[in-house]
């Protein structure tokens, strides 16, 4: 193939993906951090947050487990990345991919509705996610992100 | 197609029949992760990776992987994989990585077993085609010459989380090679280019043959650092092996090839849908033989850059150099024996399009502009290599 006609191949394809771009992402609204009652911490740092569900640490200071969830395919879950992990959701998919084919890490628990992810820790010991202020629950506690 | 290909052909075929809209596929708490590529190569001079010029679809990846978390603190997992990139792997399926997994605490976790090598940002997951805007890695540091000694090593590992944002991973034991192994032939070549260079009369050049492979040690270490600057992390790994080869030429010639320091020095800043990425890598190996030593610095840097447009659309871009023989950028022991002088060196220019059809399938198209032929194919006629070519390359790929 020619280098003249794979630059036009290339113009073309290119085109072809601007007719398909730019998508609106709304940020707006709290996302809350939320965790099991029994979880040993009320307040925690970005860092170590993002840390938690990107996989990089897996127990609280005082050795307990971390279980952490997510809420696949939600708006709240956007934010979420944006806010506090730095991610978009297609890189943060990309990350947890990238530590699975590399044997890194086990994945987030993940969950379609809010009130399912808040069951889970509610039940579970340790267990750490998110929702937006709207969707609170008593059965877990707030963790305050400084 | 052997029985063993043919087994893990059904187990994807089927696997994929039943993949869900998640992002994972999981099992009675095993979790299953799978990948098809097929990629098509065609460069308008010499041959590249595979025999190009002609256009090729010798360029395929497939692999599967199981991972489970048997307690809170173990882990184990293994991934079978199998590649075709011209008369590399020939889909021979293989055990890609297997290992036990303890995290004694945020701080140690150790591994034992087969080993992902930890070289640069993106080795571990080099062969998997949907993490990354670019059908190819830079060669240059993602080598395909000595793919199969830089993927895995056979030992154990520790790693873990350290204060300050500190990541390391270090591991020891020994790297894989065989005698058939496309490392191992251009190990062959290396040589057999030495002998010409180095006027050895005795020795029939033209033949040559690896009889023995004997892999003695090797070491690894990474470290990654988050910067303060939200979004910018640094990182560094270092790679150490050493290798007996027992050559044939008529007569045997036993080979001692050792990297003393294999360094690749990264940064990496995301601002949103925009990554930039940087890497420097110096490759210091030695070979020797029948009284002479070769000590060469193979050294390779990129500039990348990628952008997420929308759901469905990605670009990207780098700029790669490479050396083979940081001491001979102008390609001198080439021209001294009347090889072309732009086998010292490769300049290329890469641009990429991924589309993301859906959250399994993609599809991307990728052109390369190179200068030199340090790393085109130069075991056949390298006397007839050209300067200046084109590459073409294409990929489909579906994940799981």
Same mark, same amino acid.
């Given at each position: 193939m020619k280098e003249i006609e794979i630059r036009y191949f290339l113009i073309l394809f290119i085109s072809l993906g601007f007719l398909f771009s730019f998508q609106a992402d709304a940020l707006s609204a709290d996302v809350l951090i939320i965790a099991n009652? =029994?979880?040993?911490?009320s307040s925690i740092n970005k860092r170590e947050l993002r840390k938690i569900f990107l996989g990089k640490i897996v127990q609280w200071n005082n050795g307990a487990p971390i279980h952490f969830a997510i809420l696949e395919n939600s708006d709240v879950h956007r934010r979420f990345l944006r806010t506090y992990i730095l991610k978009s959701k297609s890189q943060y998919d990309n990350w947890w991919h990238r530590m699975l084919f590399a044997g890194k890490g086990y994945p987030p628990k993940k969950f379609e509705t809010p009130e399912a992810l808040i069951k889970y820790l509610a039940e579970t010991d340790g267990a750490i996610g998110y929702c937006d202020e *709207? !969707? @609170?629950?008593? =059965?877990i506690k707030i963790i305050e992100v400084k | 197609m052997g029985s063993m290909k043919k087994i893990l052909a059904f187990i994807l075929s089927t696997l994929c029949l039943l993949a869900a809209e998640s992002v994972w596929a999981e099992m009675n708490d095993v979790n299953i992760n799978g990948f098809v590529s097929q990629g098509f190569l065609k460069s308008d001079n010499n041959n590249y990776l595979c025999k190009s010029e002609d256009g090729s679809f010798e360029f395929n990846e497939i692999g599967i992987n199981f991972t489970t978390q048997l307690s809170s603190s173990l882990r184990m997992g293994c991934q079978f994989f199998a590649r075709d990139l011209g008369d590399v792997g020939n889909d021979d399926v293989l055990l890609d990585w297997a290992f036990a997994d303890y995290r004694f605490h945020n701080m140690v976790g150790l591994r034992v077993g087969k080993l992902k090598l930890t070289h640069g940002l993106y080795n571990e997951t080099r #062969?998997? #085609?949907? %993490?990354? !805007?670019?059908? %190819? %890695?830079?060669?240059?540091?993602?080598?395909e010459d000595m793919r199969e000694v830089f993927m895995t090593i056979k030992g154990f590992g520790v790693y873990g989380e350290l204060p300050g944002e500190i990541s390391y991973q270090m591991g020891y034991g020994i790297p894989e090679i065989s005698e058939d192994s496309y490392m191992a032939q251009r190990i062959l070549e290396f040589v057999q280019l030495s002998f010409q260079r180095e006027n050895v #009369? @005795?020795? *029939?050049?033209?033949i040559g043959t690896v009889l023995e492979t004997q892999a003695n040690y090797m070491s690894n270490a990474g470290l990654q650092w988050d910067s303060p600057l939200e979004g910018l992390r640094f990182a560094t790994s270092f790679i150490s092996f050493d290798i007996d080869i027992l050559l044939g030429f008529g007569f045997e010639i036993p080979l001692d090839f050792k990297v003393k320091q294999g360094a690749v020095f990264s940064g990496e800043y995301t601002f949103g849908d925009t990554i930039v990425t940087v890497e420097y890598s110096v490759l210091d190996y030695k070979y020797g033989t029948l009284g002479f030593c070769v000590d060469e610095k193979w050294i390779s840097y990129y500039v990348g850059l990628s952008h997420r447009f929308s759901k469905l659309f990605e670009l990207g871009a780098y700029y790669a150099e490479t050396y083979p023989d940081h001491s001979d950028k102008n390609g001198d022991r080439f021209a001294v024996i009347g090889l072309p002088r732009h086998m010292a060196w490769e300049k290329d220019s890469c641009l990429s399009f991924r589309y993301d059809i859906n959250s399994h399938w993609i599809v991307k198209l990728e052109g390369h502009i190179i200068d030199g032929s340090g790393i085109a194919d130069q075991s056949e006629h390298p006397e007839d290599l050209v300067r200046h070519f084109s590459l073409f390359a294409a990929k489909a790929s579906f994940r799981f």
């Open positions: 009652k =029994n979880t040993p911490v *709207n !969707t @609170f629950s008593e =059965n | #062969d998997v #085609d949907a %993490l990354r !805007t670019s059908i %190819l %890695l830079p060669r240059g540091i993602y080598m #009369d @005795f020795i *029939n050049t033209d």
